[in-house]
């Protein structure tokens, strides 16, 4: 095996290891986003189903960064207002880290 065979075959192992954390990272992040959407709408009279493809959209689906996630819990935390439901920030946090623990488990099993 040529020293170019080796540089090819690690060029493509690496790039096997990062599309697959990356696909990894987006099915934590749907399943999460569908916890998120399931119990949002089971303390609300929301439609499950409306209410979970707005949080599974593609904006709300690439929540990467911190401030991403900020948006996020926001818009979660303004529509529990909307209807009379009021948790602080590190209430919603809490829920959130938890089907984010939960999401992870659920991929890695």
Same mark, same amino acid.
């Given at each position: 095996?040529?020293?170019?065979?080796?540089?090819?075959?690690?060029?493509?192992?690496?790039?096997?290891?990062?599309?697959?954390?990356?696909?990894?990272?987006?099915?934590?992040?749907?399943?999460?986003?569908?916890?998120?959407?399931?119990?949002?709408?089971?303390?609300?009279?929301?439609?499950?189903?409306?209410?979970?493809?707005? =949080?599974?959209?593609?904006?709300?689906?690439?929540?990467?960064?911190?401030?991403?996630?900020?948006?996020?819990?926001?818009?979660?935390?303004?529509?529990?207002?909307?209807?009379?439901?009021?948790?602080?920030?590190?209430? =919603?946090?809490?829920?959130?880290?938890?089907?984010?623990?939960?999401?992870?488990?659920?991929?890695?099993?």
């Amino acid at each position: 095996m040529s020293i170019l065979d080796t540089f090819a075959a690690k060029g493509t192992t690496s790039q096997a290891n990062f599309v697959g954390a990356a696909e990894q990272a987006f099915w934590v992040r749907a399943r999460r986003n569908r916890l998120l959407a399931d119990w949002a709408c089971d303390l609300t009279d929301e439609n499950n189903q409306a209410y979970l493809r707005l =949080l599974l959209d593609a904006d709300f689906a690439k929540v990467e960064t911190r401030a991403e996630e900020g948006f996020l819990m926001l818009k979660i935390r303004n529509d529990l207002m909307g209807f009379g439901i009021f948790l602080s920030p590190d209430e =919603l946090k809490d829920v959130y880290r938890r089907f984010e623990r939960q999401a992870l488990l659920e991929h890695q099993s």
